[in-house]
């Protein structure tokens, strides 16, 4: 078992190529956890996290597409300005 410290042991690690040149890596670890990372792309962040029977549905938003989410991530990263037009 790794120290709290230490990085778990890497499984496996797969690229899932996307529409507009993304990419899709997910990432497989020994203690069951996984990774997911988004390439080539807009700040994404987290639109919905459900449970589901025996699993987790995770959804990600792209800023670009003018998502609420994007105004959030704007507001609270960016330089002032909360994502509305002027």
């Known amino acids: 078992m790794a120290a709290d410290d230490e990085r778990p042991v ?4 797969r690229d899932i190529p996307l529409s507009g040149g993304r990419t899709l890596r ?3 670890f020994g203690n069951g ?6 390439r080539a792309g807009s700040p994404y962040v987290v639109t919905s ?3 589901i029977d025996d699993g987790a549905v995770l959804k990600l938003s792209p800023g670009r597409e003018g998502s ?9 990263h960016g330089d002032g300005h909360d994502g509305r037009p002027e």
């Open 10 to 13: 890497e499984i496996d690690k």
């Open 26 to 28: 997910v990432t497989e």
């Open 33 to 38: 956890s996984i990774r997911l990372a988004v």
């Open 49 to 51: 996290l459900e449970q």
């Open 68 to 76: 609420n989410a994007h105004r959030n991530w704007v507001r609270d």
